[in-house]
């Protein structure tokens, strides 16, 4: 590859990349703390206590 063309792909990805890091990075953050979240978190963390549907193991021992 030329080295022209590796230098431009390298600044770009150095300098859009970060933006493109620290937006998904605000997004997730944003997603964990908004209202209504801890609900969310709570019901997701008992999904593997929930013993409403055993699982079904047949006659495999």
Not at 6 to 28: E, K, Q
Request: hydrophobic share 50%; no cysteine; proline share 3%.
């Amino acid at each position: 590859m030329d080295t022209a063309i590796y230098d431009s792909m390298r600044h770009f990805a150095d300098s859009w990349g970060l933006v493109y890091m620290m937006a998904i990075f605000l997004a997730v953050v944003f997603f964990i703390v908004r209202p209504g979240a801890k609900a969310n978190a709570k019901a997701a963390a008992r999904i593997v206590l929930d013993d409403d549907h055993p699982i079904d193991r047949g006659s495999h021992r």
